[in-house]
C-alpha cells in the first residue's frame, strides 16, 4: 500500500502515514537477517549486560485510563529512564559494545581468547589503556560509550553536533570523554568521527550503520534486544502493535527483530514514528529504499534528528517494519505533558522529548479513522510503546513539561 494519510491543521495532531509495501508479517526470518541479530549472540549479550553492576529490568508500566480514552484495550509503556542511571535504554548498547571492541582488541594484543568477564573485571588493563573510542552522538548514546570506556579502563572522545544541548554535552563530560562540538548535522558529526578515527587509529563505536562500518553496530542493536525481551517476558500478553520512535533506526530494527524471532508470523503490527524535520524512515519506506533527508534536520526530538537510516536497521525493517509516520514537535510536547500529568489510574512517568514519539504517533493514528482503520487499530488494539529516555537535560525537560517550551 503506497497511499499517504495526512492530517494537516497545524496542530499537534497533525501526522503523515505511509505503508511499507514490503513490510509482511508472514515474511521469513532470514540468514542475512540472521547475521546481524540472532538468539545466540542475544544470549551472549543478555548473559554480559546482567552482570554488570546495577543491572536491573526496567519497569513496564499499564496505562489502563490512557487506553480507555484511546479507544484500545491495553498500552503498556517501556520505561528506561531509570537503566543503568544513565536515563536511556542506549545503556544497553554502546557500553556493551565497548566490552566487545575491547574484548577483541585485548585477544588480539595477548594471542588468546579472553572471557568476556575479564574484560568487565579490569583483569588487562594495559592493553585495554591504549584504546580510544569514540563517536558521534545527540546526547545519549555518547554517554553509554562514554560509560562503558570510562567503566572498563579505555579512553574515549565524543562527537557532538551544533545543536546537542550543553546540559548534554556536560552529561557525557562527567564520564571522562573528551567532548568536540562539530559543525553542521548528525550526519555530519558521524563523518567527522570517522574521518578523525582514521587517522588517529581510533576505534568508532556507532550506532549507526554505513557501507564499510557494519560489525560494531550489531553489538550496539544486540543489547538494545534486551529492552525488547524484558517488555515481551513482562506483558500479560502479546501486543498486536508496537509503536517504536526511529533515529537511524537501530533500536526499532532490535525491537522487530526480537519480535519476529519470538512470535514469527504472529509478531505485531510494527508501526515507526519519525520526527516530520527528520523523517529519513518515511522517505525510505515512500521510496522503497534508504533515503537520505537533507538540511538540519531542527527537531525537539534531538535523539531523532537524523537524516540517514543504517543500513543494518533497513535490512531488518524493510521486512519487519508496517509502516511509519511523521509528527511534530508538538505532538511530543503533547505527550511529555500527559505522561508528566496522567490521567487518574496511570503513573505519572517522566519520559524525555525523544521518548515519546512512539507514543505520539499512536495517539495521533486513533484521531484519525482511516488512518486507525488501515493499521487495525481498535476496541481489541493491546499496544507496547518504548519511553526510550528519561529527562537525560532536566532544564529542558522542565521548560516542555511547565510549558515554556513548545
Keep these: 500500500m503506497t497511499t499517504d494519510y495526512l492530517r494537516t491543521d497545524g496542530t499537534a495532531d497533525d501526522f503523515t502515514l505511509i505503508f511499507n509495501a514490503t513490510g509482511d508479517p508472514s515474511a521469513s526470518w532470514t540468514a542475512q537477517q540472521d547475521e546481524i541479530l540472532s538468539d545466540a549472540a542475544f544470549s551472549a549479550a543478555k548473559a554480559t549486560i546482567a552482570s554488570w553492576p546495577g543491572y536491573a529490568e526496567t519497569p513496564l508500566h499499564a496505562l489502563p485510563s490512557r487506553a480507555s480514552e484511546l479507544g484500545i484495550d491495553a498500552l503498556h509503556f517501556k520505561d528506561e529512564g531509570g537503566r543503568f542511571g544513565l536515563g536511556s535504554f542506549k545503556a544497553l548498547g554502546g557500553a556493551y559494545a565497548v566490552a566487545r571492541l575491547l574484548q577483541k582488541q585485548v585477544e588480539t594484543a595477548l594471542g588468546y581468547p579472553v572471557p568476556m568477564a575479564e574484560i568487565v573485571s579490569g583483569a588487562h588493563p594495559e592493553s585495554v589503556a591504549r584504546v580510544t573510542v569514540c563517536c558521534a552522538t545527540d546526547g545519549n548514546h555518547g554517554r553509554s560509550v562514554a560509560w562503558g570506556a570510562q567503566s572498563f579502563g579505555c579512553h574515549c572522545v565524543i562527537f557532538i553536533h551544533a545543536t546537542v544541548s550543553e546540559g548534554r554535552k556536560r552529561a557525557i563530560e562527567a564520564y571522562g570523554a573528551e567532548v568536540r562540538r562539530t559543525a553542521g548535522n548528525y550526519d555530519d558529526s558521524v563523518r567527522e568521527a570517522q574521518e578523525t578515527a582514521d587517522g588517529e587509529s581510533w576505534f568508532v563505536v556507532s550506532d549507526t550503520s554505513y557501507p564499510g562500518y557494519m560489525d560494531v553496530p550489531k553489538d550496539v542493536m544486540q543489547g538494545y ?29 532490535a ?103 512512539g507514543l505520539a504517533g499512536l495517539a495521533n493514528a486513533l484521531q484519525d479513522d482511516a488512518a486507525a482503520t488501515a493499521l487495525g487499530l481498535g476496541a481489541g488494539a493491546r499496544v507496547l510503546v518504548f519511553g526510550t529516555e528519561g529527562a537525560t537535560d532536566p532544564e529542558l525537560y522542565q521548560q516542555i513539561v511547565e510549558g515554556a517550551a513548545s
Design 225 to 253: 534486544e534486551l529492552m525488547a525481551a524484558e517488555a515481551f517476558d513482562q506483558l500479560p500478553e502479546p501486543p498486536t502493535h508496537i509503536f517504536l520512535q526511529t533515529g537511524v533506526g537501530g533500536m526499532a530494527a
Design 255 to 357: 525491537v522487530a527483530a526480537q519480535a519476529k524471532r519470538r512470535w514469527g508470523a504472529d509478531r505485531p503490527c510494527v508501526v515507526l514514528a519519525d520526527p516530520d524535520l527528520s523523517a529519513c524512515w518515511l522517505e525510505s519506506y515512500r521510496a522503497g529504499a534508504p533515503t537520505v533527508v537533507e538540511g538540519d534536520l531542527d527537531t525537539m526530538m534531538a535523539g531523532l534528528a537524523c537524516g540517514e537510516v543504517s543500513s543494518l536497521a533497513w535490512e531488518i525493517l524493510r521486512t519487519h517494519g508496517d509502516a511509519v509516520m511523521a509528527l511534530p514537535d508538538s505532538a511530543a510536547t503533547r505527550e511529555m505533558r500527559r505522561l508528566a500529568a496522567p490521567l487518574q489510574g496511570d503513573p505519572k512517568i517522566v519520559a524525555g522529548e525523544s521518548a515519546v514519539a
